[in-house]
């Protein structure tokens, strides 16, 4: 017998040859597969065509445009990391917004709290909404705010509403509280102070015109000649203001005040002496201090009804002194407080 075959090198250029032993000992040769030497390079599909129709290039294709498709693929690549960067930037920004949001919103929670007021804010993304508490109402026990007059804003007496008649924030603004002198001026606010038994005084005041005309602009000499049957006519101008009965007092009361003057020189004399010619500074704070009618109005009551006046009850008589300044009855907290003060030597 032979020896054990030979192993001969093999070449990717030849023809591989090995024994194989087959039936009978007869010796069958099988040429293996040759390898082509030249490598087959897998390359990449390039889009080919229009964007409408789509189509992959051959090898043989690749290579021939090789030059177009370089500058092609470049431009898709500077194009894929310009919108990958883009995505990355608006990424962090997001992030960033989000989380200053946070701090800011941490910050105003913090600066609220340091000053006592906390008010919750409540965040979506970068924009805040806060819900701040409801406004108070500008009506308090001892003054109002009143609506702001241009850059000021005042505080009046609490019966001094918002809503109030403007003639009537004028009237406390000008003349209630400051002290009056005049006899003809204390004679209207005698008279308008007890019309407020039938009328309030926004009503009066806006009707104050033709109390002045009805009553001869409250000159006690021309009130006394006025014909009385005329005045309480159903059909008179005076008769819708006042009632018969009120009518008749202020015909008497004029009487009354002439008598008054030839004894004291002028009324403002007689009724400043019940007060030692100073007005009085009640100093109240709150609305409900503020009384009805105190002893000083009993005590000039009480002269004025012996020297014949009528409908000069206590009431009316504090009401009278209220308006014409004998009194001082503004809140400490209202600006005419004040005023009404330092006007206490002016003669209105």
Same mark, same amino acid.
């Given at each position: 017998m032979s020896g054990a075959p030979r192993v001969q090198s093999m070449n990717v250029a030849e023809a591989d040859t090995k024994p194989i032993l087959g039936s009978g000992s007869k010796k069958v040769t099988h040429k293996a597969v040759s390898k082509s030497p030249r490598k087959f390079e897998r390359s990449s599909p390039v889009l080919i065509g229009s964007d409408e129709k789509l189509s992959y290039a051959s090898p043989s294709e690749t290579v021939s445009s090789s030059s177009s498709s370089s500058s092609f693929q470049k431009h898709t690549l500077n194009a894929v990391s310009i919108l990958r960067r883009h995505e990355q930037t608006l990424s962090s920004n997001l992030? !960033?917004?989000?989380?200053?949001?946070?701090?800011? $919103?941490? @910050?105003?929670?913090?600066?609220?709290?340091?000053?006592?007021?906390?008010?919750?804010?409540?965040? #979506? %993304?970068?924009?805040?909404?806060?819900?701040?508490?409801?406004?108070?109402?500008?009506?308090?026990? %001892?003054?109002?705010?009143?609506?702001?007059? %241009? $850059? /000021?804003? +005042?505080?009046?007496?609490?019966?001094?509403?918002?809503? $109030? @008649?403007?003639?009537?924030?004028?009237?406390?603004?000008?003349?209630?509280?400051?002290?009056?002198?005049?006899?003809?001026?204390?004679?209207?606010?005698? #008279?308008?102070?007890?019309?407020?038994? /039938?009328? $309030?005084?926004?009503?009066?005041?806006?009707?104050?015109?033709?109390?002045?005309?009805?009553?001869?602009?409250?000159?006690?000499?021309?009130?006394?000649?006025?014909?009385? +049957?005329? !005045?309480?006519?159903?059909?008179?101008?005076?008769?819708?203001?006042?009632? /018969?009965?009120? !009518?008749?007092?202020?015909?008497?009361?004029?009487?009354?005040? !002439?008598?008054?003057?030839?004894?004291?020189?002028?009324? @403002?004399?007689?009724?400043?002496?019940? #007060?030692?010619?100073?007005?009085?500074?009640?100093?109240?704070?709150y609305q409900r201090q503020v009384p009805a009618k105190t002893p000083k109005a009993e005590v000039i009551s009480k002269d004025l009804v012996r020297r014949g006046f009528r409908g000069v009850g206590p009431t009316v008589v504090y009401s009278f002194m209220q308006a014409a300044g004998i009194t001082n009855d503004h809140l400490t907290s209202c600006f005419r407080f004040h005023h009404c003060i330092f006007g206490q030597e002016k003669c209105v």
């Open positions: 992030s !960033l917004n989000a989380s200053f949001s946070s701090d800011a $919103s941490m @910050d105003s929670f913090h600066s609220r709290a340091s000053t006592g007021r906390l008010i919750r804010s409540y965040t #979506v %993304g970068n924009r805040s909404k806060s819900y701040p508490s409801k406004p108070r109402s500008v009506v308090s026990e %001892g003054a109002l705010d009143s609506p702001p007059n %241009g $850059s /000021e804003t +005042k505080k009046r007496c609490a019966w001094v509403t918002p809503n $109030s @008649d403007p003639c009537y924030i004028v009237f406390h603004d000008e003349e209630w509280g400051v002290p009056v002198h005049d006899d003809k001026r204390l004679f209207e606010l005698l #008279v308008l102070s007890g019309a407020l038994a /039938e009328h $309030s005084w926004p009503t009066i005041l806006n009707n104050r015109q033709a109390f002045r005309e009805v009553f001869a602009d409250f000159d006690p000499n021309a009130i006394v000649k006025i014909n009385e +049957k005329k !005045l309480i006519d159903p059909g008179s101008t005076g008769s819708t203001l006042l009632s /018969e009965l009120k !009518l008749r007092a202020v015909i008497e009361n004029a009487r009354q005040i !002439l008598k008054v003057i030839e004894e004291y020189g002028s009324f @403002d004399k007689y009724i400043w002496s019940f #007060v030692k010619n100073k007005a009085i500074v009640s100093k109240f704070r």
